[in-house]
């Protein structure tokens, strides 16, 4: 009857204080994100399909390739603070044309899917988890599976964002010149991946435990007459 | 491999945090020691580039017609959204002081959240992942995720105010951007739920344990 008592409070608590707000507000933008994602696939799809003729009709078609380059001291000055030469270290998008250029736009287009693949997978699984916390059901069963599953999205995003980022780090490099600018294509600081994020992953995995630890207790709970 | 216990990976990420932690906390010592001596330090002159530098956060554009790539026939290709770090030289008592302030703020909120994280993962490599006080750790690093990239964006908007305003260069542009990142903002509010998680799983540990 305590027990009952205190938990009645505790959830009442949990709706003033917005706490399943949270959630629901997450599963919420989660679930946009999913859609979004989703028809960015399709359209992504329909594009790859007619790469061919898009990159030989004459229009504005662009690619987007990260870059990470450095300027010259002697391009950057502040005359009013007296300051002579400065240096900046930038990472940026290069905006390329894709006319008469299909095999780039091709492989533009099938890294980009990959990408929004395996965080579209990563989304849906984390959303689950969301609806699942936010119907207070927290170590439900599936939860520790989908939480490694997400785990495992973080690890293989960053890892396929790296590689891309060193892909493109590495075409723009060599072929690419500009006044001033210098590119820089080794793994290193800026080009390579996140470790912050691959321990962020590895955290992620440990938390699965955390939640397959919860589901069994709540079996055990279950079992308890 | 095993997520929890000894020799698990819940054990490689706590030395991971354990050595990031004495780093952070080396970082605020050197900061705290250098905003101390202010005073003494002497600074180079405005215009020698050489000595002490502050990097400082800039966002850009460079001409189109500054970059090409004539061995693939692209004439006319364009760098946009581009941050990057300005250096420049530290010639104002009042700009060493700033920078090392602000640098030592984001220090001392990285070093609460990292020492939470570190105490919530420790939990796990002992095996006690519902301890009463990790849904309350959790919660404060959520804080300090959120505090922290307020904090960095009201920064980078003021620098990139500061260099729009002041600096210029040849065929470049400098903007101010809102550059705040929305996954980090999700990812506290996440870490806020999985707070809550947390206090569940304590909750159903506590009431195990009186069960006879």
């Given at each position: 009857m305590t027990i009952a008592l205190r938990i009645d409070e505790e959830d009442r608590t949990v709706c003033a204080t917005g706490r399943r707000f949270v959630a629901s507000f997450l599963a919420m933008l989660l679930a946009v994100m999913w859609w979004l994602m989703a028809a960015s696939f399709v359209v992504l799809g329909f594009l790859l399909l007619d790469a061919p003729n898009l990159a030989e009709a004459p229009s504005n078609a662009a690619l987007r390739l990260p870059v990470t380059f450095a300027l010259e001291a002697s391009h950057v000055a502040a005359p009013l603070l007296d300051v002579a030469g400065a240096e900046v270290r930038a990472q940026g998008a290069l905006r390329m044309p894709v006319v008469d250029k299909p095999g780039v736009l091709a492989a533009g287009l099938a890294l980009t899917m990959a990408m929004l693949a395996v965080v579209w997978y990563g989304t849906s699984q984390l959303r689950a988890v969301l609806v699942s916390v936010r119907d207070h059901?927290?170590?439900?069963?599936d939860n520790a599976v989908r939480i490694r599953r997400v785990a495992y999205t973080v690890i293989a995003s960053e890892s396929l964002r790296a590689g891309g980022a060193f892909a493109a780090n590495f075409y723009v490099a060599k072929y690419f010149v500009a006044d001033g600018v210098r590119f820089v294509s080794t793994v290193g600081t800026t080009v390579g991946p996140s470790i912050p994020m691959l321990v962020c992953g590895l955290i992620i995995l440990v938390l699965a435990e955390v939640f397959r630890a919860g589901t069994r207790l709540e079996e055990d709970q279950s079992l308890t007459i | 491999m095993r997520a929890m216990g000894k020799r698990s990976v819940a054990s490689f990420v706590a030395g991971v945090l354990t050595l990031a932690l004495y780093a952070v906390s080396a970082g605020i010592a050197l900061a705290a020691v250098l905003l101390l001596l202010a005073p003494w330090i002497p600074l180079p002159r405005p215009?020698?580039?050489?000595g002490l530098v502050i990097g400082v956060p800039a966002a850009f554009s460079v001409d189109a017609s500054r970059v090409s790539a004539p061995s693939i026939d692209v004439t006319a290709a364009g760098i946009r959204d581009a941050t990057g770090i300005l250096r420049i030289p530290v010639s104002t008592t009042r700009v060493y002081v700033s920078g090392l302030s602000f640098a030592l703020v984001m220090l001392a909120i990285l070093w609460i959240g990292v020492h939470q994280l570190r105490k919530v993962v420790f939990s796990l490599r002992d095996e006690r992942?519902?301890?009463?006080a990790n849904a309350a750790r959790i919660r404060r690093i959520a804080y300090a995720v959120l505090a922290g990239e307020l904090l960095r964006a009201a920064f980078t908007i003021g620098s990139n105010i500061y260099i729009a305003r002041h600096f210029e260069a040849e065929g470049m542009s400098f903007d101010v951007r809102v550059n705040m990142s929305i996954t980090t903002i999700v990812a506290a509010l996440i870490i806020f739920v999985l707070a809550e998680v947390f206090r569940a799983g304590a909750r159903l540990e506590e009431e195990q344990s009186l069960t006879v």
């Amino acid at each position: 009857m305590t027990i009952a008592l205190r938990i009645d409070e505790e959830d009442r608590t949990v709706c003033a204080t917005g706490r399943r707000f949270v959630a629901s507000f997450l599963a919420m933008l989660l679930a946009v994100m999913w859609w979004l994602m989703a028809a960015s696939f399709v359209v992504l799809g329909f594009l790859l399909l007619d790469a061919p003729n898009l990159a030989e009709a004459p229009s504005n078609a662009a690619l987007r390739l990260p870059v990470t380059f450095a300027l010259e001291a002697s391009h950057v000055a502040a005359p009013l603070l007296d300051v002579a030469g400065a240096e900046v270290r930038a990472q940026g998008a290069l905006r390329m044309p894709v006319v008469d250029k299909p095999g780039v736009l091709a492989a533009g287009l099938a890294l980009t899917m990959a990408m929004l693949a395996v965080v579209w997978y990563g989304t849906s699984q984390l959303r689950a988890v969301l609806v699942s916390v936010r119907d207070h059901r927290p170590f439900s069963a599936d939860n520790a599976v989908r939480i490694r599953r997400v785990a495992y999205t973080v690890i293989a995003s960053e890892s396929l964002r790296a590689g891309g980022a060193f892909a493109a780090n590495f075409y723009v490099a060599k072929y690419f010149v500009a006044d001033g600018v210098r590119f820089v294509s080794t793994v290193g600081t800026t080009v390579g991946p996140s470790i912050p994020m691959l321990v962020c992953g590895l955290i992620i995995l440990v938390l699965a435990e955390v939640f397959r630890a919860g589901t069994r207790l709540e079996e055990d709970q279950s079992l308890t007459i | 491999m095993r997520a929890m216990g000894k020799r698990s990976v819940a054990s490689f990420v706590a030395g991971v945090l354990t050595l990031a932690l004495y780093a952070v906390s080396a970082g605020i010592a050197l900061a705290a020691v250098l905003l101390l001596l202010a005073p003494w330090i002497p600074l180079p002159r405005p215009d020698r580039p050489e000595g002490l530098v502050i990097g400082v956060p800039a966002a850009f554009s460079v001409d189109a017609s500054r970059v090409s790539a004539p061995s693939i026939d692209v004439t006319a290709a364009g760098i946009r959204d581009a941050t990057g770090i300005l250096r420049i030289p530290v010639s104002t008592t009042r700009v060493y002081v700033s920078g090392l302030s602000f640098a030592l703020v984001m220090l001392a909120i990285l070093w609460i959240g990292v020492h939470q994280l570190r105490k919530v993962v420790f939990s796990l490599r002992d095996e006690r992942p519902f301890a009463a006080a990790n849904a309350a750790r959790i919660r404060r690093i959520a804080y300090a995720v959120l505090a922290g990239e307020l904090l960095r964006a009201a920064f980078t908007i003021g620098s990139n105010i500061y260099i729009a305003r002041h600096f210029e260069a040849e065929g470049m542009s400098f903007d101010v951007r809102v550059n705040m990142s929305i996954t980090t903002i999700v990812a506290a509010l996440i870490i806020f739920v999985l707070a809550e998680v947390f206090r569940a799983g304590a909750r159903l540990e506590e009431e195990q344990s009186l069960t006879v």
